[in-house]
């Protein structure tokens, strides 16, 4: 398996943390996927994979058709073989549950991550929503030769939502807010892997499995692969 090696050297020189999130990453040949929880599209080799590896992981053709995937757990990552090569996107659901932490702020927040990851051209996939199905996304829009991000629940935009785009040679990017219209700021157009996280929050109380939270935090994360063009 090839997996992009800038961002292992990224990883391995350190970044400053934003936290960590789960990202689907596709393997060079698009026929294999890793589900990994890091701060950047490639397994944080310091970091278990116990806490994600209930993830549900979906493989969704142009038409919109899904078939479930199966994943296989090693140490610091999941794996899962595609079964065809007509898909378009891998999207994931993962219920990580209750944390407390310096990145929750201290306090008890439960935490839902639905990713996705574009295989191939990101311009073939623009169109290719999950709408309803879960309640945040991120979908790349390709206009005028540069990538675009914008963040969609339903089927529509969500504004004032943390994001950050982590594009190729920085993987630290900039934490910015969705726009009005559920743009992510930036029009990007280096080639190379993309990796996009985007944060609602739901100040309703409740609790997991007995364990009480002081809201919700869900993250939507995307991963796709800018050609040259």
Same mark, same amino acid.
């Given at each position: 398996m090839k997996w992009h090696l800038a961002w292992i050297m990224a990883l391995a020189f350190g970044s400053p943390a934003f936290g960590h999130f789960v990202y689907i990453v596709p393997d060079a040949n698009g026929r294999e996927v890793?589900?990994?929880? =890091?701060e950047i599209p490639v397994?944080?080799? /310091? *970091?278990?994979v116990d806490k994600i590896a209930g993830t549900q992981l979906f493989a969704i053709d142009a038409a919109g058709n899904q078939t479930r995937l199966k994943a296989e /757990?090693?140490?610091h990552f999941l794996s899962? /073989?595609?079964p065809t090569d007509s898909a378009l996107v891998i999207a994931g659901v993962t219920q990580y549950g209750v944390a407390n932490s310096k990145h929750t702020g201290n306090i008890p927040v439960h935490i839902k991550y639905f990713s996705k990851a574009v295989l191939g051209d990101p311009a073939r996939a623009s169109k290719l929503r999950l709408g309803n199905t879960v309640p945040l996304e991120v979908v790349p829009v390709v206009r005028e030769g540069k990538l675009e991000f914008v963040a969609l629940s339903g089927g529509k935009p969500v504004a004032e939502a943390d994001c950050v785009v982590k594009s190729? &040679?920085?993987? /630290? &990017?900039e934490r910015t807010k969705t726009t009005a219209d559920g743009q992510v700021p930036g029009r990007f157009d280096k080639p190379g892997r993309y990796g996009v996280w985007v944060r609602t929050?739901?100040? =309703?109380? &409740? =609790? *997991?499995?007995g364990t009480a939270y002081d809201k919700t935090h869900i993250y939507a994360t995307l991963v796709?692969?800018?050609?040259v063009r």
């Open positions: 890793q589900v990994v929880f =890091s397994a944080d080799e /310091k *970091v278990a /757990k090693f140490e899962a /073989k595609l190729p &040679g920085d993987d /630290k &990017g929050v739901d100040l =309703s109380p &409740g =609790s *997991v499995a796709v692969d800018f050609p």
